[in-house]
């Protein structure tokens, strides 16, 4: 062990010192955004260079297309090659956004009120006519096991607001079917429009509770099951709208170590999560205490990763390692899609190898310990 994965180690434990203790050794795997469109094509992503729009400047501008059912096969072949000592295939849980916008109707309403599509919707739109069915092999499987990461992956409110602006760049964003641009003047809190549960004012609240309503139904209806974690997008969240989980059957909510959060007052501040902590309203949190982004430009291979999850060990914590669907999708870019399934590859190669005991566990299994 090299001196800089040494202090990564002694920094991952200092942060796992809080929190429940599991004692044994889970690696779990949380993926976020399935199910959203954010860059819908090449032709679009071309457009808006073109317009000025820094989308090439980004990893999820280049990469982050809508998943095709060959992204998700290359997925399950990976985490089929992969076993644990009780048998247990890996398994990664993928936290899903069930709509889109519908930018036919928003357009007809002059961007007053928003309209969406369901993603089994936009998977038909896209010509991606057997996703439900690869998404049920995966769920058979224990291989995929969804949980729910929101309606759609966009603050309505302030994208309608700026909708409503006369500004070029976003209408021309909006033309090409691209949500994620925000221009200048909003706040850097809701950055791209990307953190749902974003609202400028007390009025938002009946919208962010009914779209989770809606959300967790929509999940019900395509996946033929229930979510039981929740993961707020961006890390900001409204925890008055805890209840609503939890009347909607939501038990779990996946959090980084701090998270933004709208108070009372309406403003958004810092809060800070540890393993087992639970809300007033019986919602249980646990801290994705490790992250994988092979995509991620200063990416330098899997021992920052392992470092993590020797570090949540060694505190006898479950390794719960957060990542992003941009690592894993080729729509956009084929190579992309490649170097990231490889790197899963390699990561759990070495874990199995580092850690013979380690268990391999959706989501669900284990918040099901906490
Ligand atoms: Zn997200």
């Known amino acids: 062990m090299n001196f800089q994965s040494l202090k990564r180690s002694l920094v991952s434990v200092f942060k796992n010192i809080p929190g429940k203790r599991i004692g044994r050794k889970i690696l779990v795997i949380e993926a976020d955004d399935w199910g959203s ?15 000025g729009i820094p989308v090439d400047k980004s990893r999820y501008g280049r990469n982050d297309a809508l998943e095709r059912s060959e992204d998700l096969e290359a997925l399950f072949n990976v985490l089929s090659k992969h076993t644990d000592q009780r048998g247990r295939k890996a398994v990664i849980s993928p936290f899903c956004n069930m709509a889109n916008p519908d930018f036919g109707r928003i357009k007809e309403n002059g961007y007053q009120v928003y309209e969406y599509e369901t993603f089994e919707e936009t998977y038909g739109r896209y010509g991606s006519t057997n996703m439900m069915n690869t998404w049920k092999q995966g769920i058979t499987a224990n291989l995929f096991v969804p949980q729910f990461h929101g309606r759609e992956h966009i603050a309505t409110e302030l994208w309608l607001k ?21 221009p200048a003047g909003f706040p850097a809190q809701a950055r791209d429009f990307r953190p749902n549960f974003y609202i400028e004012s007390e009025s938002g609240l009946q919208g962010l509770k009914r779209s989770l309503e809606e959300g967790i139904d929509i999940f019900k209806a395509g996946f033929k099951c229930s979510p039981d974690v929740f993961n707020a997008p961006n890390a900001v969240f409204v925890p008055s709208l805890n209840s609503t989980l939890i009347e909607k059957g939501i038990r779990f909510n996946a959090v980084p170590h701090k998270r933004l959060e709208r108070n009372e007052r309406g403003a958004y501040e810092h809060k800070n999560y540890v393993t087992g902590q639970e809300s007033s309203e019986g919602l249980k949190y646990y801290v994705r205490n490790c992250n994988f982004e092979p995509s991620e430009g200063s990416y330098k291979g899997i021992s920052h990763v392992l470092s993590q999850i020797q570090g949540a060990f060694l505190c006898g914590k479950a390794a719960v390692v957060g990542t992003h669907r941009v690592n894993f999708v080729g729509g956009l870019n084929e190579a992309n899609r490649k170097h990231g399934i490889n790197e899963l590859d390699n990561l759990l190669f070495a874990v199995v190898k580092r850690w013979p005991d380690v268990e391999f566990m959706s989501s669900k299994e284990f918040s099901s310990l906490l």
């Open 37 to 51: 469109i954010r860059m819908p094509s090449k032709k679009a992503f071309a457009n808006l260079v073109a317009a």
């Open 162 to 182: 700026a909708l409503r602006m006369d500004d070029k760049r976003i209408h021309i964003a909006f033309e090409n079917e691209y949500a994620s641009f925000s």
